[in-house]
């Protein structure tokens, strides 16, 4: 009995261990960050976002911030007075916890307009490769997909391990 719960708490942990591993951070901007000489759709564009990944907005506190915007019309118009939220910390962390589109500008007067806005479209983190259900101008089919063996092998390692601990134990045991 004291092993199946071994074995159920190894597995718990293993399956935490590969969900936290699989997220991805991704630095809005890559290594121009989030400033106004950056092309955020195109970066967008080239990056697949999943449930559970997080952006990371790197700038120069007091210089920028991220508001988030309600709607694509706000986010269209930058019409920063409905931000849903308001950052400006210079090394902010947003988590994607849910599928969907969501939209983010700079809230220094101006900078929208210049272009410092991102549009981020979330996939569940099972599917990966999904298109995005919002119609965009930036879509495009550049997002990288792993092989299906790749994304199999990546969800049977916790098992896979878990299924070494268990036996390596119990060879200690005897």
Known sequence: MG????????MVILSLVEKQASATKHDVGGSQGWDEST???SWASGQTFKVGDQLVF????????????GSESAYKSCDISTALDSKNGGNDVVKLDKAGTRYFACGTAGHCGQGMKV??????????????????????????TSP?????????????LASSL?????????
């Open 3 to 10: 092993y199946e719960r071994k074995f159920v708490l190894v």
């Open 39 to 41: 092309d955020f759709s």
């Open 58 to 69: 790197k700038y120069t506190p007091g210089l920028h911030s991220v508001v988030e915007l």
């Open 119 to 144: 549009k981020i479209t979330t996939v569940a983190a099972a599917t990966g490769t999904a298109s995005p259900n919002t119609p965009s101008s930036t879509s495009s089919s550049t997002a990288s």
């Open 148 to 160: 299906p063996s790749s994304a199999l092998l990546q969800h049977l390692l916790p098992f896979i």
């Open 166 to 174: 268990l036996g390596f134990h119990l060879l200690l045991c005897l």
